[in-house]
Structures are given as structure tokens and as C-alpha cells.
């Protein structure tokens, strides 16, 4: 076939372990907003306060920042499951994942979730959070170089 290339086992790997990484995201999303006591109850515990004032800080959430966290949650599902579909799409909805993602993290930095009293208790869990939240921008940043070069590479399609 001409100007169709072989995929690489990496794409398989990468698209895998993109979709699994991101499924955790979508849990968290829909677990949130189905709002899922035991769930909540778990997230809370962390930050040492309550189930009811983690789904109070969801429930605050402006409609402009909940469509955005949607758009960050699934254009890394969509783009993952294109990039195993070898579709250049791929980079698209990564594209639109980061935006979403930029856009919730904006959101969030300005309106951090409750902490606990317990002064250790809140740095510990704002480290986390950092943490995390650091582990998802460079994942999705990842995920989007990766699609950009496989689609240059003429892999997708």
C-alpha cells in the first residue's frame, strides 16, 4: 500500500496506556458530578474535611467550568481511543483536552478546594495536588507531542 506505514508497537503501548491513564480521569468526572457519597467521602478524607464540602465545591462550580473539565476529561478519551484508531484526529482532540484543561485549572487556581484546619494536614494534600495536577498537564502535553509526530510520520491516518 502506498503512503500507509506500518504501525509502530509503541503506538499500540502509548495509545494504551493513554487510554488507561485517562480513563482515571474520566472516573474521577463522572463519580464527582453523579456525586457518589462513598467516592467523595474518599477524596475528602485526604484533605481532612467532608464528603458534603467536596460536593459543595463541585456544586459551585460555574457551568463555563464544568464544560470545560468535560472538555479536558473527554478530548483525552477521545484522543487516546484515535490514536489507537491510527486517526490523525488524535492531535485535535488532545488539542482540545489541553485547552479544557487549561481552562479548569485557571478555575481551580483560583477557587482551591477546602483544606483542612489541621495546617500539616492541608500542605500535605496541597503537595499532592500540585503533584498531580503537574502529572496530568505533562501527560497530556505528552500524549499531544506523541499524536503531532505520529501523524507527521504519516502513521495516522
Known amino acids: 500500500m502506498i ?5 509502530p508497537w509503541h503506538l499500540w503501548a502509548v495509545g494504551v496506556v493513554g487510554l488507561l491513564w485517562n480513563s482515571g480521569g474520566a472516573n474521577d468526572y463522572i463519580q464527582v458530578n453523579m456525586r457518589v457519597e462513598s467516592y467523595l467521602a474518599q477524596g475528602a478524607e485526604m484533605l ?24 479536558g476529561v473527554w478530548g483525552a478519551i477521545a ?10 484526529f ?5 488539542l482540545l483536552s489541553l485547552i479544557g484543561l487549561g481552562l479548569t485549572t485557571i478555575y481551580t487556581i483560583g477557587t482551591p478546594m477546602p483544606m483542612a484546619p489541621d495546617a500539616e494536614m492541608a500542605e500535605s494534600a496541597k503537595t499532592f495536588q500540585r503533584a ?5 498537564w505533562l501527560a497530556t502535553l505528552l500524549l499531544m507531542y506523541y499524536s ?3 501523524a507527521k510520520a504519516g502513521v495516522l491516518k
Open 3 to 7: 503512503g500507509t506505514k506500518k504501525t
Open 48 to 71: 481532612g474535611i467532608t464528603g458534603q464540602q467536596v460536593a459543595a465545591y463541585y456544586d459551585a462550580f460555574p457551568v463555563w467550568a464544568n464544560i470545560s473539565w468535560a472538555l
Open 79 to 88: 484522543g487516546s481511543l484515535l490514536l489507537l484508531l491510527r486517526s490523525k
Open 90 to 94: 488524535a492531535f485535535l482532540a488532545f
Open 132 to 136: 498531580f495536577s503537574a502529572a496530568i
Open 148 to 150: 503531532y509526530r505520529m
